[in-house]
T-cell receptor, first 111, second 114 residues
């Protein structure tokens, strides 16, 4: 079963706008990662945030983590048509590196 | 290109049959993971191997089995196939097996069971 839920399930925005998606999870974690998947292809790692971190930036990506609420958010600033993809959060627990994925958010960036 | 290769890209077979999916990890990676992506179950972890040994098991059916060979490539065997086994099967690899290590995903094998 999946670790958590992602919200919204789908998002449609104009190029240049920001896209925000949220992820909630159920159990304690070691790390939370975000992955991107383009149309049925393989997943690409975007960013990792550790459980003792609250915010992390990578280029146009900003990730926050609130362990008290068991939630994370991914912000993509100044979106581009190439950002059109599904975005998944994934968590790992203290032991091992297997990932538990959320349901994903489908993002459509219109030119 | 992640450096992880999977073959075949597409597979169409009939119920009751058996198939083998193959994965070659990135050069130097010792861990291989298998995931299944379907419309109803989403992305699910199946099994992990590290340097030839099974390291973690997820929601893998008894009809499914996997192994990692001495050259570190891995195979996922699916037998007595059912319609519900139709899905995308991904392989991923990482250097080790510590939490937080980046996993690099292959392009997947799309399995259709008719």
């Amino acid at each position: 079963s999946q670790q958590g839920e992602e919200d919204p399930q789908a998002l449609s925005i104009q190029e240049g706008e920001n896209a925000t998606m949220n992820c909630s999870y159920k159990t304690s974690i070691n790390n939370l990662q975000w992955y991107r998947q383009n149309s049925g292809r393989g997943l690409v790692h975007l960013i990792l945030i550790r459980s003792n971190e609250r915010e992390k930036h990578s280029g146009r990506l900003r990730v926050t983590l609130d362990t008290s609420k068991k939630s994370s958010s991914l912000l993509i600033t100044a979106s581009r048509a190439a950002d059109t993809a599904s975005y998944f959060c994934a968590t790992d627990k203290a032991a091992g590196n297997k990932l538990t994925f959320g349901g994903g958010t489908r993002v459509l960036v219109k030119p | 290109d992640s450096g992880v290769t999977q073959t075949p890209k597409h597979l169409i077979t009939a119920t009751g049959q058996r198939v083998t999916l193959r994965c070659s990890p990135r050069s130097g990676d010792l861990s291989v993971y298998w995931y299944q992506q379907s419309l109803d179950q989403g992305l699910q972890f199946l099994i992990q191997y590290y340097n030839g040994e099974e390291r973690a098991k997820g929601n893998i059916l008894e009809r499914f089995s996997a192994q990692q060979f001495p050259d570190l490539h891995s195979e996922l065997n699916l037998s007595s196939l059912e319609l519900g086994d139709s899905a995308l099967y991904f392989c991923a690899s990482s250097v080790g097996d510590r939490p937080g290590e980046t996993q690099y995903f292959g392009p997947g094998t799309r399995l259709l069971v008719l």
